[in-house]
């Protein structure tokens, strides 16, 4: 039987996140197939083995009756690895790069597609490179920011219209990230997005719905329902994600008019492949109010995977289950490597 180790917690702000994601996708192995190998990861960066009750993963209980392992154990532990991590060190490719020095399958995008994904300046470059549609944007540095506050601004401020968007390049989940309205808020903004990181995006504020959409597959990705989340905050932030009675609603499929809706399926794929996605991945959207332009914001190559979150919900609206769509991107994983490891 197949030893697969699933991963989960992390150094990331989204710890809480993974142990809930990983939860339903440990649920949904099926133990008449698979050996289902759990390895926590604190978010000091401990790794450990835990064998007790999965309903424990949740509250962080967990932890106490698990046993520190060693990274390189996990070639003993497991044949494959189920990264269910959001964020740094999970989704960005630093423990993809592990799983390949280690010579492990794994599950989802490989070590490039997933540091694009998570750098935002970098995936607009190619998305722009591209062709595909993507909203206005400027890139400044902190050190700039940090020299020389005015000048930054004033750049900003020549080229690009409020309301703005200040996001640091590399982070996800909404942290650090501001809407602006006027000098004063971009002013801030810069100065927190900068304590994130390095390289700083500005963007134009779309007057949006947000919509997305999940791709599985490695060479001839499929594409799930268009869903929408329909938010009733000033914007999708870290709360609104997180939390049960968030003040957010998913629609699915979502209400757009037919070709929109086949028009961000397309892109859905396109995007997928330019930024050489493989497994699977959840694509974002914004739809201009206005003019029903659409817009790529992101892809997330781990998006959540509670029994609750758009990802599953896309694909069952789609006609796969959730234990199914786990199972296929276990497949997919093993696809990848032997296509990469038999050339
Ligand atoms: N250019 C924009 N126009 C309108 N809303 C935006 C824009 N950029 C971000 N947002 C809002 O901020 C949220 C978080 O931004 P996003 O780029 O998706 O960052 P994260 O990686 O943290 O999810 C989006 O879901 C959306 O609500
Ligand atoms: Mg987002």
Partial sequence: MRKIGVLFGGKSGEHEVSLLSATSVIEALDREKYDVVMIGITKSGQWKLYEGDVHNLADGSWEKTAADIEVS???KLA??????LHG???EDGTIQGLFEMLDVPYAGCGVLSSALCMDKVSAKKIFERMGLPTARYKLVYAEDVKDDLESVVKEVEAELPYTLFVKPS????SVGISKV?????LRAALALAGKYDRRIII?????CREVETGVIGNHKPEVAAV???VAKLDFYDYTAKYTDDAGTELSIPAKLPASTYEEIRTLAKKAYMALDCSGFARIDFFVDKDTGQVYINEINTIPGFTKYSMF????KEAGVSFRELVERIVDLGYERYYAKNNR
């Avoid at 590399?170 to 989940?173: H, L």
């Avoid at 309205?181 to 808020?185: D, P, S, V």
């Avoid at 963007?203 to 007057?207: L, R, S, V």
């Fill in 170 to 173: 590399n982070m996800g989940s």
């Fill in 181 to 185: 309205r006027n000098t004063e808020e």
């Fill in 79 to 84: 044949d494959f690895a189920l990264p269910v």
């Fill in 227 to 229: 869903g929408e989340i």
């Fill in 203 to 207: 963007e134009e504020g779309i007057n």
């Fill in 73 to 75: 154990d996990l070639k």
């Fill in 312 to 315: 599953p919900l896309m694909w």
């Fill in 88 to 90: 740094p060190y999970g």
